[in-house]
């Protein structure tokens, strides 16, 4: 009886997120330095505009963004764009964490009244 004995060999492959060519281990896809986390992003000036803290407001009422879309009569391409510009400025990286940022920071400033 013939005994076939499979070894797995590491090789050569490209990382899928950024193209490097690294020596693979098993079924790895991406090269190590990809997948070491990247420091944070340090946050941009967390002054927001009237209309992001509109956003903001509605994001902590825990409405989607067709919600949010419809309520500011915008596109909800336009509300992730607003949402992504918003994780930058404040130094978030979801809805939960905007919010109790919101929570802790965000002070309705006299002549800023959001309509509710």
Do not use: D
């Amino acid at each position: 009886m013939m005994t076939i004995e499979f070894r797995e060999t590491s090789a050569l492959r490209s990382c899928f997120r950024c193209g490097a060519t690294f020596r693979r281990e098993a079924a790895e896809r991406i090269c190590a330095e990809c997948r070491t986390p990247s420091p944070r992003k340090k946050a941009l000036n967390p002054n927001l505009s009237f209309r992001e803290k509109q956003v903001v407001r509605l994001v902590s009422e825990a409405k989607l963004n067709k919600e949010i879309a419809h309520e500011l009569h915008l596109s909800e391409g336009t509300i992730k764009e607003y949402l992504n510009r918003i994780f930058r400025k404040v130094g978030t990286s979801n809805r939960t964490e905007l919010a109790v940022w919101a929570v802790k920071h965000l002070i309705e400033e006299p002549g800023e009244r959001m309509a509710s």
